[in-house]
């Protein structure tokens, strides 16, 4: 059951997007539990951003802050905006303008929500710069995070990709009892190749059960070889608008024999690759 929702909020076509996933996932909760659901909308002055060191004397450090605040209430506002035009009643839609690091104030404010829920490719700051915060975010945040597609189309179709990690067992769990889509299809993916190299006889049998056992409409559709290489084939077959996963910390502590960033994980290729919204659990 899903009470609070909270929104990052940045500047990008991406945010808009996520306001309008989060509010359709508290309407859903609504029509399906009769729960009330608030959007929890955050607006970030990113202090990260303040120049320090030598260079902290030749800035008007106050003027960089006021501009900075004054950006963060302007998304508060549209975040207003657009959760009422969604249906979000004005008691169900509460604000906060923090100031501080966006990963640390984000962390911070989860725990007191459900799900996190924002744009596949926002950035703090919102520019072109990489969204290293939200890589960070969904290997380490505790609440399961939604990263909303910019097109964001009707979730009827929801491809799971498991495989036998506690990443994977964790996000399965995270779903069930979240349920954000309860009234769409669930197509469970695997690779086949897996189940002998890791001993996992009758495993995605019971993981199929376990779905099945909350009310879930579950398929499956096995994959032959790699995860990764056949993943968007699938999601393509299948029709999907969401794809769930879990995320593993370990590939991410590889980023740091790897400063170039050659090497990638999954869920990293997947957001510059998938037009896909993602539910992800580290």
């Known amino acids: 059951m899903l009470k609070r929702i909270l929104v990052p909020l940045d500047s990008s076509k991406f945010t808009s997007a996520a306001i309008r996933m989060a509010a359709n996932i508290a309407n859903r909760e609504k029509t399906s539990e009769g729960t009330e659901v608030t959007l929890v909308g955050l607006g970030i002055v990113d202090t990260d951003q303040l120049p320090s060191g030598r260079f902290s004397s030749v800035v008007d450090r106050d003027q960089i802050i006021a501009e900075a605040e004054q950006e963060a209430d302007e998304l508060i506002a549209a975040f207003k905006e657009e959760a009422g035009k969604q ?7 509460e604000t906060k303008r923090l100031a501080g690091p966006p990963f640390n104030l984000i962390i911070r404010e989860s725990v007191f929500s459900d799900l ?13 710069q990489d969204y290293e915060t939200m890589h960070n975010l969904y290997h380490v945040a505790s609440r399961p995070i939604i990263l909303a597609d910019h097109s964001i189309k009707r979730v009827e179709t929801v491809v799971m990709a498991m495989d036998g990690t506690a990443p994977s067992s964790r996000m399965m769990y995270q779903y069930v009892h979240a349920n954000p889509f ?5 197509v469970l993916t695997y690779a086949k190749s897996e189940v002998e ?8 049998e019971r993981v199929e059960e376990f779905l099945t056992s909350y009310g879930l409409n579950v398929g499956t559709h096995p994959i032959e070889e790699d995860m990764e290489q056949e993943i968007g084939g699938v999601i393509e077959k299948e029709n999907a608008q969401l794809l769930a996963l879990g995320v593993h910390k370990d590939h991410f502590l590889k980023w740091f024999s790897d400063p170039l960033k050659i090497r990638q994980n999954f869920a990293t290729r997947l957001l510059r690759s998938t037009s896909t919204s993602l539910f992800v659990v580290h």
């Open 116 to 128: 996190i829920v924002m744009g596949e490719k926002c950035s703090f700051p919102p520019v072109n």
């Open 87 to 93: 249906g979000i009643p004005n008691h169900l839609v």
């Open 197 to 204: 190299e890791f001993n996992l006889e009758n495993y995605f």
């Open 182 to 186: 309860p009234k769409s299809r669930m």
